[in-house]
């Protein structure tokens, strides 16, 4: 059988630490050996971001807009520690921070399901797809300690100098002020790529704020995600058969515990960094959460939720036997390559990265696994496979499928 041919490359981002390691032999196992690979490669390692201070990552955000669709292996966010142990020029900033302001995405988190590893709620069935703002709130905001008594206020000087002045709070003694933001144009931006996404993948969209005390600012939200549903997409969700549905935060909280999943959440920057990592480890394991960017200009970036398994790495280096989950990573390059597939018009594309995720589900329902999935799996007599020997059970179990 001959290699499955690309016509555009795929943007590819390599990586830091053990995911790197795990980048190549995902490479070498599962993907050259069956596709003639075209990729416009991109180092984000942190030691070449490093060397070129950080225009690499600019670059490689720039080539998603040119192709469309890119994978990327997991990076580090250096902190004071990295940037000793690198020797770094400056502390920069989160790779997948740059890429999603260049790129103004939407993060759609959902986790892989496979039998034998349970979701500790014991109601769900499908997954629950997490979409998170990427943009603003806490992450962009100014924060000041008061020292003592004291009056604080929030003021907006507009263009033409003249001010509004909103009274925070008559200190008394001792606090802390923090002041946030966000854009309507970015919100909706978030709010046409979850209703996009939603449209492309069938499936229901929750949104959830909390309006009824914050009744400008998470009122905001509520009133953009309204507008631009009632004006563009409600008779195409209608004629989708699904819906858009809005509450308040807390309230979408108990629906999603009593639900049997199979929808999309879209939460506000911080409720869904927050919920994106409880929806994973409630579904099983951080290491089988997928993540993919999606712009509304059709951008796709494909990922996996986790980090670079540094632990792991070190291990690695010492020359230590390590047993690292590679699923999320392999199901983001078969997203990206089944995207390219889609947008190129190549079904063998597409259908090499069904078969590959339904591999890599066979081989751990086949007792096959990690050890961080043997440490939670129901399965009877589950087997522990190193890093590279879970790779080659999953490369011979794809065979069978091809």
């Known amino acids: 059988m001959g290699k499955i041919q690309m016509q555009i490359p795929l943007v590819e981002m390599d990586g830091d630490e053990m995911t790197r390691i795990l980048w190549q032999l995902i490479k070498d196992e599962l993907l050259l050996p069956f596709i003639d690979l075209k990729t416009e490669y991109y180092d984000l390692g942190l030691e070449y971001r490093n060397e070129t201070n950080d225009q690499v990552t600019v670059d490689a955000a720039n080539a998603t807009k040119k192709y469309g669709v890119a994978v990327k292996c997991a990076t580090i966010t250096p902190n004071a520690a990295r940037v000793k142990e690198y020797d770094l020029k400056e502390m920069y900033k989160s790779p997948n921070g740059t890429i999603r302001a260049l790129l103004d995405g939407t993060v759609f988190r959902a986790p892989i399901i496979v039998k034998g590893i349970e979701p500790y709620v014991k109601t769900w069935k499908k997954p629950i797809t997490i979409a998170r703002h990427a943009y603003g709130d806490v992450y962009k905001a ?94 195409k969700f209608e004629e989708a058969g699904i819906t858009y549905f809005y509450t308040l935060i807390d309230d979408a909280v108990a629906r999603v515990i009593r639900s049997e999943g199979g929808y999309i959440w879209a939460c506000k920057n911080y409720d869904g960094d927050v919920m994106s990592d409880m929806v994973a480890t409630a579904f099983g394991s951080l290491s089988m ?114």
């Open 289 to 402: 959460m997928t993540s993919v960017l999606v712009s509304p200009n059709g951008y796709y970036e494909y990922e996996a939720a986790h980090g670079t398994v540094q632990r792991h790495y070190y291990k690695h280096l010492k020359g230590e036997e390590t047993s690292t989950n590679p699923i999320a990573t392999i199901f983001a390059w078969t997203g990206a390559l089944r995207k390219r597939g889609e947008l190129d018009n190549i079904p063998e594309l597409c259908a090499f990265a069904d078969k590959l995720e339904k591999a890599c589900i066979k081989t751990v329902e086949n007792g096959e696994m990690t050890k961080d999935l043997a440490l939670i799996t129901t399965l009877d007599n589950a087997k522990t496979l190193n890093t590279q020997d879970f790779i080659k059970a999953v490369r011979k179990t794809l065979e069978g499928l091809l």
């Open 142 to 235: 100014s924060e000041m300690k008061v020292p003592g008594a004291g009056k604080a206020e929030l003021v907006f000087t507009a263009e033409d100098g003249t001010q509004t002045k909103e009274l925070i709070h008559e200190f008394k003694g001792a606090g802390v002020l923090q002041g946030m933001h966000n854009l309507n144009g970015s919100i909706e931006s978030f709010a046409r790529s979850c209703f996009n996404f939603a449209l492309e993948t069938k499936q229901d969209l929750w949104f959830a704020t909390k309006d009824t005390i914050s009744k400008k600012y998470d009122h905001t939200f509520k009133d953009i995600f309204q507008e631009v549903y009632d004006n563009d997409y409600k008779a």
